[in-house]
């Protein structure tokens, strides 16, 4: 695709659902990350997939993230009994490697009532 | 581990002026330096990426440095315009070794542009 596409843009959702975001990376991008930003926390670092390594999950906050990456190209990042505190922007971006520019999608907001 | 720190959080300056945008980073054995723009409600655009090697690179009125000795990098905007106006944001892998890359985020200049 042209860049990178995350679906939805915008999620609300009652504290205690689970929730599942989307990314599609750059086509041919081997490796793929989310972000988070939160207010006042400013962008962080949550999962990292390159090709068909094990991702390196050291950013999740807690065992109610998890990520998959299906076929070396869509993820999907799911978050479960979310919290308030989950409410943020979710990043996703795609690079062709590890040492190159990374694309970022539109992200998806992600509201917690 | 890398840490970004970038200073003002915020800048307002009148159409027309040059300016620039100053971040600093802990571990002098950077991987490389990506500087961000970030539009309200939008995600990033990808500016100027400064490889370890480089000292320098420039896009049209950006011109962004890197000085690893230091742990500095400044993005210079030549001639501002309202449109420059936008959180930029700069960023370094958060680990100057392997093969992992992701980026550890100062906390953004928040760029006024006044027409």
């Known amino acids: 695709g042209a860049g990178v596409s995350q679906s939805p843009s915008n999620k609300v959702t009652e504290k205690g659902k689970d929730v599942e975001l989307r990314c599609d990376p750059i086509s041919g991008h081997t490796a793929l990350y989310w972000y988070r930003q939160s207010l006042g926390q400013g962008l962080e670092f949550l999962i990292y997939f390159q090709g068909n390594s094990a991702p390196d999950k050291s950013g999740l906050p807690s065992d109610r993230f998890s990520a998959e990456r299906t076929g070396g190209s869509v993820s999907t990042l799911t978050i479960q009994r979310t919290q308030q505190e989950d409410s943020a922007v979710y990043l996703c971006a795609s690079s062709l490697g590890g040492a190159t520019d990374q694309y970022f999608g539109a992200g998806t907001r992600l509201s917690v009532l | 581990k890398q840490e970004v720190t970038q200073i003002p959080a915020a800048l307002s300056v009148p159409e027309g002026e040059n300016l620039v945008l100053n971040c600093s980073f802990t571990d002098s054995a950077i991987y490389n330096l990506q500087w961000f723009r970030q539009d309200p409600g939008k995600g990033l655009t990808s500016l100027l990426l400064?490889?370890?090697?480089?000292r320098e690179q420039t896009s049209g009125r950006l011109n962004a440095s890197l000085d690893k000795s230091s742990g500095r990098s400044t993005l210079y905007i030549a001639a501002s315009q309202p449109g420059d106006s936008a959180t930029y944001l700069c960023a370094g892998p958060k680990f100057s070794s392997g093969s992992a890359r992701q980026l550890t985020f100062g906390s953004g200049t928040q760029l006024t542009v006044l027409p």
């Open positions: 400064i490889q370890s090697s480089q």
